[in-house]
């Protein structure tokens, strides 16, 4: 009898992390997903059969809530999917608020770390993969973007030396590319963004990383072979 695979993923209220738990609950896996949107992150768990643990990533009194809801039975995967985008419309670096840069910073960068850090035992346990999400904007330079440029390039980082520390596991940063997601139309407010392509889209190719297991390290989903 073929175990049943299970998984964690954050920000699985909306956008990507919605649309990987609908096609790993079709494809039977057993999902421990977190958002803050509860009622959102509700539909999402009466449409998958998940359990639905709301809260704040960035809050260590949530993960530890999280960690209670995982216990201690092997985890296929993590999936850190959850971010944050900060103050909308995107200020240059000369006009954010530090206080804004640091909020963006714990969400983005020390969340997954901590995440990784109460998982990872899981993970080892399993032969599991953990997957941070990463952006085209932690390799380019946009006006705008340097906050959370910055703190995905940290997570870029992050995620590489994390890899080389874990050699028994597979660690990636994975890049989806734009998408028609709410956080995208925060960044471009008033803008029709219409032409960004749906999340379900790509999700093909993070099931591919997952199900060809390459080397740890950056992956962008444009560049997989059924990112189409």
Known sequence: MTKQKRALITGASAGFGRAVALALAEQG?????TARGAAELEKVAAATGARAVAGDIADPGHREQLAAALGSDPLDLVL????????SPLPTLDRIELTDLSAILDTNVVAPLAVLQLTLPLLRAAD?????????????????????GSSK??????TAVLGAEQPELRIYSFDPGDMRTAMHQAAFPGEDISDRPEPETVVPALL???G?????????????????
Request: aromatic content about 8%; proline content about 7%.
């Open 128 to 148: 599991g993969v953990a997957v941070n999400i990463s952006s085209d904007a932690a390799v380019g330079a946009y006006p705008g973007w340097g906050g959370y």
């Open 212 to 228: 060809t297991r390459p080397a740890s390290g950056r992956y962008v989903a444009s560049e997989l072979p059924v990112s189409s």
């Open 29 to 33: 896996w057993q999902l421990i997903i």
């Open 208 to 210: 591919h990383l997952l």
């Open 80 to 87: 850190n999917n959850a971010s944050a985008l900060g103050p």
């Open 153 to 158: 390039a940290a997570l870029d980082q992050l």
